[in-house]
């Protein structure tokens, strides 16, 4: 019997636990200066499948310059709406927790959660995150759109390391199940 895969939220934080500003702004992270990629590249070589929403689906195609960056691993985007499928990702209106789980017991690498808050938010609430490596950066923004949303639940989490990249610290953690 094989291993399942585990789903893995990796991603940035300021200190007072935004992912970005209202106005989906994350200048604020590009301005601290950290090591290398943070740790990028290291990552993204233990994923071979993505998983977004589809409101970051469509800030990265805004803002992303050149071809889609995660073009070599399979990349599936939900949202609540019929779009078609293109050359680089599968848009999915399907249940959440049916198409995550079909997911994690496929062969394979982690599956990476990109983003965003409400995808996130879906995942939490049904306990369907494994690790969660969070970067966190230097910086108090006050507000904006938060990592966590306020909701009824709570995952117990367990330390599994953590590392600095200059200005960075990454927490690495494993969700207790």
Known sequence: M????????????????YIATKDESLEWLFNTEGEGDNGYSEFYETVDTILIGKKTYDWIIKHETGEFPY?????????????EDTEDVKFINDDIVSVTNK??????RNIWIV?????LQSFVRENLVDEI???????????GIPLFKEGDYQLDLTLKGSRN????VELHYGVKK
């Open 115 to 119: 983003g965003g808050g409400e995808l």
């Open 133 to 143: 490596i969070l970067t966190v950066a230097p910086t108090i923004i006050g507000k």
């Open 71 to 83: 073009r070599n691993k399979e990349c599936y985007v939900f949202t609540k709406s019929s779009i």
């Open 165 to 168: 990249f200059n200005q960075f």
């Open 2 to 17: 094989s291993k399942k895969r585990n789903l893995v939220l990796f991603i940035s934080t300021s200190l007072d636990g």
């Open 103 to 108: 997911l994690k017991n496929q062969e394979g």
